[in-house]
Each structure stands twice: as C-alpha cells, then as structure tokens.
C-alpha cells in the first residue's frame, strides 16, 4: 500500500493504493468539504447494501482523539463520485475539480508504475531468453565439435584401412 498526499482546500489529503486501485478516506473528504464527518458516514451508511457499494466503500476504524474506535471509510473514485454529487455551491464545485485532477494524476502515477514494471519484465525475460540462445548455441557447437572428432576418426579409419589394403597388395 502507497500514499500521496496531495493539497486540497488547503488540507492535505492523502491517496491510497491498495492493490493496484486508489481510494480517499472519508475523514479527508469531509474535511476538505467542511462537513461533519458523522453525515459523511450516516450518508453512506444509507446507501443501499448493494455491490456498487461493497466495492466503492470499504469499511474502517480509526482512533478518534480520546482513542476511541470510529468507523470510517474509504472511497474509490467511483464512491466518491457518488457521495459528493450531492454536494452543491461554488466551493464544493471547485474542490469536486480538485479531487478529479487528483485521482487523475494518481492514475496516471500508478499507470506509469505497471508500465516501469512491465517493462523491467520484458527486459528480464529478454535476458533469459539471451541466457537460452547462449545456451543453445553452446550445446551445437558442441555437438559440432563432436561431429567434426567424429568425421575426423572416421577419416582416419578409412585412411588406415586404405593403407593396411594397399600394404596387404604390396605384400
């Protein structure tokens, strides 16, 4: 799991990755849009049991001041989508800007991330498979080499019974 804090209405909001997909908490949501964080919760709360929300609202627990387990959750880009449409007036439209551009650039981040690690993996198979051709080429020129002794002792068999048959001629 990574994170990267990103500044939003002046309060520093952190990204999550887990497991190759991006999630906001919702403490820092509602932060960022000055709401209470107990409505964030009663409105996802509210929301019907359904898949969209088993997979977009991931259900936490943090310690509150008197450390005191609360629930929190966290939110893909997809749940938060959903909670902040109804979120209205010119701040909540700007900050609604702020989150998209920073969901886009963590997708980007993580997008470079799969295409580094893709590319390391080509890079490393290419190796072994150089390793497998370096491999293959010694085992025929060994065989070459085999074959040329071969060749070479079947020459010289020849030539010795080409010589014992003419000695035997001339005898």
Same mark, same amino acid.
């Given at each position: 799991m990574?994170?990267?804090?990103?500044?939003?209405?002046?309060?520093?909001?952190?990204?999550?990755?887990?497991?190759?997909?991006?999630?906001?908490?919702?403490?820092?949501?509602?932060?960022? /849009?000055? @709401?209470?964080? !107990?409505?964030?919760?009663?409105?996802? $709360?509210?929301?019907? +049991?359904?898949?969209? &929300?088993t %997979?977009n609202?991931?259900?936490?627990?943090?310690?509150?001041?008197?450390?005191?387990?609360?629930?929190?959750?966290?939110?893909?880009?997809?749940?938060?989508?959903?909670?902040?449409?109804?979120?209205?007036?010119?701040?909540?439209?700007?900050?609604?800007?702020? /989150?998209? @551009?920073?969901? !886009?650039?963590?997708?980007?981040?993580l $997008?470079?991330?799969? +295409?580094?690690?893709? &590319?390391? %993996?080509?890079?490393?198979?290419?190796?072994?498979?150089?390793?497998?051709?370096?491999?293959?080429?010694?085992?025929?020129?060994?065989?070459?080499?085999?074959?040329?002794?071969?060749?070479?002792?079947?020459?010289?068999?020849?030539?010795?019974?080409?010589?014992?048959?003419?000695?035997?001629? !001339?005898?």
């Amino acid at each position: 799991m990574s994170s990267a804090p990103k500044l939003i209405n002046k309060i520093e909001v952190s990204f999550k990755v887990i497991k190759n997909q991006i999630f906001i908490n919702s403490l820092d949501l509602a932060k960022v /849009f000055n @709401k209470r964080h !107990n409505n964030i919760i009663r409105t996802i $709360k509210d929301l019907p +049991q359904d898949e969209f &929300k088993t %997979l977009n609202f991931k259900n936490k627990v943090y310690l509150d001041a008197q450390m005191k387990p609360r629930p929190c959750y966290n939110l893909t880009r997809d749940g938060f989508s959903l909670l902040v449409m109804g979120f209205t007036g010119q701040k909540a439209y700007k900050w609604k800007i702020e /989150f998209i @551009k920073a969901f !886009n650039e963590m997708e980007k981040r993580l $997008k470079n991330i799969e +295409q580094e690690n893709i &590319k390391k %993996l080509a890079y490393h198979q290419s190796l072994g498979y150089k390793s497998q051709l370096e491999q293959q080429k010694k085992k025929y020129e060994n065989e070459i080499k085999a074959l040329k002794y071969d060749m070479a002792k079947k020459q010289d068999m020849r030539d010795n019974l080409k010589r014992l048959s003419f000695e035997e001629i !001339n005898i």
